[in-house]
Nanobody, 123 residues
Framework: QVQLVESGGGLVQAGGSLRLSCAAS????????MGWFRQAPGKEREFVAA????????YDDDSVKGRFTIARDNAKSTVYLQVNSLKPEDTAVYFC????????????????WGQGTQVTVSS
């Protein structure tokens, strides 16, 4: 059984930064792609970023590219999302997920999900 545990969320002012972490257990982490999604109140869950087992990355270009950076540390079985220049519209619950795909961008491509961490950006 895979467990994904996110941390690092919080309340931050617009323009601020956070580093979200997701610790994985139960699988050989280095063999799998990891992704970050977010869900704002009243909205559908949306793709943010993904990283392949080898370190290739992809982002939702419209909303986060240039401000968010995804990275992984296979020795620690942890994936990170550095979020900079935060905007009020970035307010959401952020979820990490694990996938057997190469660089998946769709939620149905992910097999396991964390419980989420809340990010709130004040204006």
């Amino acid at each position: 059984q895979v467990q994904l545990v996110e941390s690092g969320g919080g309340l931050v002012q617009a323009g601020g930064s956070l580093r979200l972490s997701c610790a994985a257990s139960g699988r050989t982490f280095s063999r799998y792609a990891m992704g970050w999604f977010r869900q704002a109140p009243g909205k559908e869950r949306e793709f943010v970023a993904a990283i392949s087992w080898s370190g290739d990355t992809t982002y939702d270009d419209d909303s986060v590219k240039g401000r968010f950076t995804i990275a992984r540390d296979n020795a620690k079985s942890t994936v990170y999302l550095q979020v900079n220049s935060l905007k009020p519209e970035d307010t959401a619950v952020y979820f990490c997920a694990l996938s057997g795909g190469i660089l998946p961008r769709r939620s149905y491509e992910y097999m396991y999900w964390g419980q989420g961490t809340q990010v709130t950006v004040s204006s």
